[in-house]
């Protein structure tokens, strides 16, 4: 299977804003709740958003207020606008379905909040 393709980090000041994007294989984007995740180093990979089929997101407490996930299925495509960023919000963030296949991670795209 193809694997999913995350764009849309980069380097930013904190409180500054980033919208990601991740374009998925169709069969996966189609059947599947689809989610973001990331991994700061030295950390263990958490979930940040997810969002089932029908659009009805669900995110972690500490982003809640601050990003918004979205989905355009006709698109195949998942997104993170990621608003008044953290340096805490450093990470390689990635999409992957819900609940994560082991078997379904792309590269991921950094996200590095600095001043």
């Known amino acids: 299977q193809v694997q999913p393709v995350e764009s849309g980090g980069g380097l930013v000041q904190p409180g500054g804003s980033l919208r990601l994007s991740c374009v998925a294989s169709?069969?996966?984007?189609?059947?599947?709740?689809m989610g973001w995740y990331r991994q700061a180093p030295g950390k263990q990979r958490e979930y940040v958003a997810t969002?089932?089929?029908?659009?009805?997101?669900n995110y972690q407490g500490f982003v809640k207020g601050r990003f918004t996930i979205s989905r355009v299925n006709a698109k195949n495509t998942l997104y993170l606008q990621m608003n008044s960023l953290k340096p805490e919000d450093t990470a390689v963030y990635y999409c992957?379905?819900?609940?994560?296949?082991?078997?379904?991670w792309g590269q991921g795209t950094q996200v590095t909040v600095s001043s």
């Open positions: 992957n379905r819900v609940p994560p296949g082991n078997d379904y």
């Open positions: 169709g069969s996966i984007f189609n059947d599947n709740a």
């Open positions: 969002i089932t089929r029908d659009g009805i997101p």
